[in-house]
T-cell receptor, first 113, second 109 residues
Framework: NAGVTQTPKFQVLKTGQSMTLQCAQD?????MSWYRQDPGMGLRLIHYSVGAGITDQGEVPNGYNVSRSTTEDFPLRLLSAAPSQTSVYFC????????????FGPGTRLTVL | AQSVTQPDIHITVSEGASLELRCNYSYGATPYLFWYVQSPGQGLQLLLKYFSGDTLVQGIKGFEAEFKRSQSSFNLRKPSVHWSDAAEYFC???????FGSGTRLSIRP
């Protein structure tokens, strides 16, 4: 039981490049979410999904896309990276949305030059 | 708008001393409240949670928190801290999945 896994752990991009951050969970959780963590700002919700085929925007969705084709996977896509997207990204999952404990992945540290 | 506020950015306590980390929320109904801990370079781990019932909840690693509706608070406490408690602590309201900005805890030997 690996829990929530994220790849890569570190990534450096140039402005304008695209990439996908991978997230997978093996707990059969319906709810998955992506956060970014910036100093002094806590965690801010980017996108979330309440089940396969269903996604919605969080607090800071601009510049990011998501899809949820399976229960297990919830990739986050940066279409055209900008320096403002330099951050640490966390994926989380929970059995239910809103009222349940979230399980977090180890994070991806992204730097955009 | 719903919010979670952690007024202390950084706290330093001596090893063996007691600890209280503050969390205030704004929400009309009873919120679902959580405390998470993040060790350096790691993801977040749940310490404890409050949904309803007994307002004093016990968590892992000797932590506890008390829900006080009259003060809109959910403060985290530990009677005697250990050096391994140095980390960043986040309060969260699950009702709309909002995190506070975090409190960094340092331990003085």
């Amino acid at each position: 039981n690996a829990g929530v896994t994220q790849t890569p752990k570190f990534q450096v991009l140039k402005t304008g490049q695209s990439m996908t951050l991978q997230c997978a969970q093996d707990m059969n959780h319906e709810y998955m979410s992506w956060y970014r963590q910036d100093p002094g700002m806590g965690l801010r919700l980017i996108h979330y999904s309440v089940g396969a085929g269903i996604t919605d925007q969080g607090e800071v969705p601009n510049g990011y896309n998501v899809s949820r084709s399976t229960t297990e996977d919830f990739p986050l896509r940066l279409l055209s990276a900008a320096p403002s997207q330099t951050s640490v990204y966390f994926c989380a999952s929970s059995r239910l949305a809103g009222t349940d404990t979230q399980y977090f992945g180890p994070g991806t540290r992204l730097t955009v030059l | 708008a719903q919010s979670v506020t952690q007024p202390d950015i950084h706290i330093t306590v001596s090893e063996g001393a007691s600890l209280e980390l503050r969390c205030n929320y704004s929400y009309g109904a009873t919120p679902y409240l959580f405390w998470y801990v993040q060790s350096p370079g790691q993801g977040l781990q749940l310490l404890l949670k409050y949904f309803s019932g007994d307002t004093l909840v016990q968590g892992i690693k000797g932590f506890e928190a008390e829900f006080k509706r009259s003060q809109s608070s959910f403060n985290l406490r530990k009677p005697s801290v250990h050096w391994s408690d140095a980390a960043e602590y986040f309060c969260s309201s699950a009702s709309k999945i909002i995190f506070g900005s975090g409190t960094r805890l340092s331990i003085r030997p």
